[in-house]
């Protein structure tokens, strides 16, 4: 094995140059990867896309790619944020097309801007969540939520693999608002249908809930948008379905499906700032 001598870099990699800042989304049946998964397959996307990515030094190399926020398993997300390290500069329009083009369809790149100023990850305090409830009317719903919002603290047990965690998910709950799914099929540009998590007969391993077992009333739908600060650990929807059913006992019949809709500052109103900022350059919606 070739030694380093002393004063010698162990990888005299490229330096890096510039950074792209990329939003990109989670979809479909690939809401149910995790986020291990989702990295791997960006990795692999940027070497086909032929990106000037720049690597790590040391022994042991690894692309520069920075995380902000992963949304957890089982979630979509049209607004999850990505920073790559680039050894030359590149067009941010190329970069997107390409990168785009080499990735599985579920994963989509939405818009990609060059990273400056304030970095991505002081651009992020928040989170806009939509999560869609088969089977619970919207009535139901909104007694829920204002029993939630009246409630000084709501605590819920999280299991992760350090052991059981408490989250606060009043002390992290800024905004929630109640639609009725029948009035978002009604409105679908506004608002976005509500979609029952069904086939009409699931197969092996299908994350989906086969039709005919749905119980009376499952047709209905409400959807619950919520939105939550950054708290350490982060407030997950799962977590706060679980503080629904913690003061008003609220549980779904079918499973809910939460689809992260917007990333970023909060302002005065509750209203989330772009990451990307002005200068971003949008792909596709």
Avoid at 136 to 150: F, G, K, P
Avoid at 179 to 196: H, K, Q, S, Y
Avoid at 274 to 279: C, E
């Amino acid at each position: 094995m070739a030694r380093v001598r002393p004063g010698e870099a162990a990888n005299p990699a490229p330096p890096t140059v510039a950074r792209i800042r990329v939003r990109f989304a989670k979809r479909g049946r690939l809401r149910f990867l995790s986020h291990r998964d989702v990295a791997r397959s960006i990795e692999r996307a940027v070497r086909r896309a032929g990106i000037p990515v720049s690597h790590s030094h040391g022994f042991s190399p690894h692309p520069r790619l920075s995380w902000i926020g992963a949304a957890p398993t089982g979630a979509a997300s049209e607004a999850e944020y990505l920073e790559i390290g680039l050894i030359r500069p590149v067009d941010p329009a190329e970069l997107a097309g390409a990168l785009d083009a080499a990735l599985p369809e579920g994963l989509d790149v939405l818009a990609v801007a060059v990273a400056e100023g304030v970095p991505l990850a002081e651009r992020i305090d928040a989170s806009e969540w939509r999560i869609e409830l088969p089977g619970v009317s919207a009535d139901d719903l909104r007694r829920a939520v204002a029993a939630l919002e009246a409630a000084d603290t709501v605590v819920v047990e999280r299991v992760t693999p350090a052991g059981r965690r408490e989250v606060d998910v009043r002390g992290a709950l800024v905004d929630a608002r109640v639609v009725d799914g029948a009035a978002a099929a009604a409105d679908p540009v506004a608002v976005g249908p509500c979609e029952l998590p069904v086939h009409e007969e699931a197969g092996d391993g299908d994350p989906f809930v086969p039709r005919s077992s749905l119980p009376p009333g499952a047709s209905v739908c409400a959807i619950l948008t919520a939105v939550v600060r950054q708290t350490t650990p982060a407030v997950r929807p799962d977590d706060v379905l679980g503080a629904l059913d913690v003061v008003a006992g609220l549980k779904p019949p079918v499973p809910a499906k939460a689809t992260r809709m917007a990333q970023g500052l909060l302002d005065d109103r509750g209203r989330l700032a772009d990451p990307l900022g002005t200068h971003r350059v949008t792909t596709r919606v």
